[in-house]
C-alpha cells in the first residue's frame, strides 16, 4: 500500500456536559483527526492528545507540529506501507505516541477497508458487543454527584468511575456507596497524590472498590509498588504504561494488579495488542480507557475491548455520554453494552455534514 496523502483536520466538539478531573476542566474537545489516503481506499485515525500537556507532554498543537514536519513526510517517503511498518519506519522520532497512534490507526483502517477486514476480525476480538462503563468527572457538589450517577445508572451503565483528588475522595465515594449500595465502582485519581498519602488512599479500602486508578506520578512506579503493599484496593496503572516494556515492568514490580489500556497513550493498537497479550500471560486483566474520543476513536476501542483478556467494563460510554452530535452514526447503550463494529477497517464513517460543521481547519500533506 502506498500513501498518496494525509489530510489533518482539526474539530472542536462541546462537551455535554463539562468533564472535570485534576488536571482542569474541559468545556469543548478539541479534536485532531487523521485521514490517509491511498490509491484505492481512504483510513480515519483520531489523535487523543488534549488542548494543553496535562493528562500527558502531548497536546494538540504539538500533534499536529509533528505529524507535519516529521512523521508523515517519513511515511510518505515509503514506498510500500502497512500499519505493522509504522512503527519501525518512525523508530527515529522519540516519543509522540499519541500522534504516531493516529497515524497508526489511520493507515491501518485504509489497509483493512483493502482487504475487506474488520478491525475487531484482525485484533482478534472474541465478543461482538463489550460491557460500558461512564467516567464521573469532579462535582461542585455531593449531591450533584449523586444525581449524575443515578443518571448513568438509569441508562444502564454496568460500571462507575469517580474521578477523585485531595480533598474529593472518602466522601464522595461514601455517599455513592451509601446511595447506591454493592454497584460495580472504581476511583482514578489521575496522579493527584504521592506516597505521603497513603494513610488517606488506605481509607478507601472500606469500600469495596474494583480498583484506584493511577494514585501516584506516571514516573513513580516504585511508589505504587510500596501503595500495593500498604492497600488492599487494587491497584491499576494508566498514564505509567506507556508500551509493553513498561507493563513487564510494573508486573515484575508488582506495582499493579490491574492494566488500563489507552491505544493513544501507548502508540497505537499493535501495541495495545501486545500489552494486552503480555497481561494475560501474567495473569493481569485489562481493561480500555477513554479520552473523550468521537465515534471515529470509539470505534477501534470497542473492537479493542472485545479481546478476551478485557474483564473489566471500560471507558466505552456511548456517544450522547459526551456530544449531543456524533461525527458518525451515534454508538447507543443496549443493556449496558456497545456493538462492536463490524464492517471493514474501523467500521464507521464520519457523517460530511457534521463533519463539515464541526471543522475548524483541514489541511493536506502530499508526497
Not at 507535519?68 to 505516541?97: M, N, S, T
Not at 477523585?164 to 447506591?180: K, M, Q, S, T, Y
Not at 479493542?304 to 455520554?321: E, K, M, Y
Request: include cysteine; charge should be negative; hydrophobic fraction near 45%.
Amino acid at each position: 500500500m502506498k500513501l498518496a496523502g494525509v489530510e489533518l483536520r482539526r474539530i472542536a466538539m462541546p462537551l455535554v456536559t463539562p468533564f472535570r478531573t485534576s488536571f482542569g476542566t474541559e468545556h469543548v474537545r478539541d479534536v485532531l483527526l487523521v485521514r490517509v489516503e491511498t490509491p484505492d481506499q481512504q483510513g480515519w485515525g483520531e489523535c487523543v492528545a488534549a488542548a494543553e500537556p496535562r493528562y500527558s507532554a502531548e497536546y494538540t498543537d504539538g500533534c499536529a507540529d509533528v505529524l507535519r514536519r516529521f512523521l508523515v513526510p517519513a511515511l510518505l517517503a515509503q514506498l510500500r506501507l502497512e500499519a505493522a511498518d509504522i512503527a519501525p519506519a518512525l523508530a527515529g522520532f522519540k516519543g509522540h505516541r499519541m500522534a504516531k497512534a493516529a497515524l497508526e490507526t489511520a493507515v491501518l483502517d485504509a489497509q483493512l477497508r483493502e482487504s475487506g477486514t474488520s478491525f475487531g476480525r484482525y485484533l482478534g476480538a472474541v465478543a461482538d458487543r463489550v460491557p460500558s462503563g461512564v467516567s464521573v468527572g469532579i462535582m461542585d457538589s455531593i449531591p450533584a454527584l449523586l444525581d449524575a450517577v443515578a443518571g448513568y445508572l438509569d441508562q444502564g451503565y454496568l460500571r462507575i468511575k469517580l474521578k477523585i483528588e485531595p480533598g474529593w475522595d472518602v466522601e464522595p465515594v461514601r455517599a455513592v456507596r451509601d446511595r447506591f449500595g454493592d454497584i460495580p465502582l472504581q476511583v482514578d485519581a489521575n496522579a493527584a497524590y504521592t506516597r505521603r498519602d497513603t494513610r488517606q488512599l488506605a481509607r478507601l479500602d472500606d469500600f469495596g472498590l474494583l480498583l484506584i486508578e493511577q494514585p501516584l506520578d506516571e514516573e513513580d512506579v516504585p511508589g505504587h509498588a510500596q501503595l500495593a503493599e500498604a492497600l488492599s484496593t487494587p491497584i491499576c496503572l494508566d498514564e505509567s504504561i506507556t508500551s509493553a516494556r513498561a507493563a513487564a515492568d510494573a508486573i515484575v514490580l508488582r506495582a499493579c494488579s490491574i492494566v488500563n489500556i489507552k491505544p493513544g497513550r501507548v502508540g497505537g493498537y499493535l501495541e495495545a495488542r501486545r500489552i494486552h497479550d503480555l497481561c494475560a500471560a501474567h495473569g493481569v486483566p485489562v481493561w480500555c480507557g477513554g479520552m473523550l474520543e468521537t465515534g471515529l476513536g470509539r470505534a477501534p476501542n470497542l473492537a479493542l475491548a472485545a479481546l478476551p483478556n478485557f474483564t473489566l467494563p471500560g471507558d466505552t460510554s456511548a456517544s450522547a455520554r459526551y456530544f449531543r452530535t456524533d461525527i458518525t452514526e451515534p454508538f447507543v447503550l443496549d443493556g449496558g453494552h456497545l456493538a462492536v463494529p463490524a464492517a471493514p477497517g474501523i467500521g464507521v464513517d464520519p457523517i460530511p455534514t457534521v463533519l463539515d460543521e464541526v471543522t475548524v481547519s483541514s489541511e493536506w500533506i502530499r508526497g
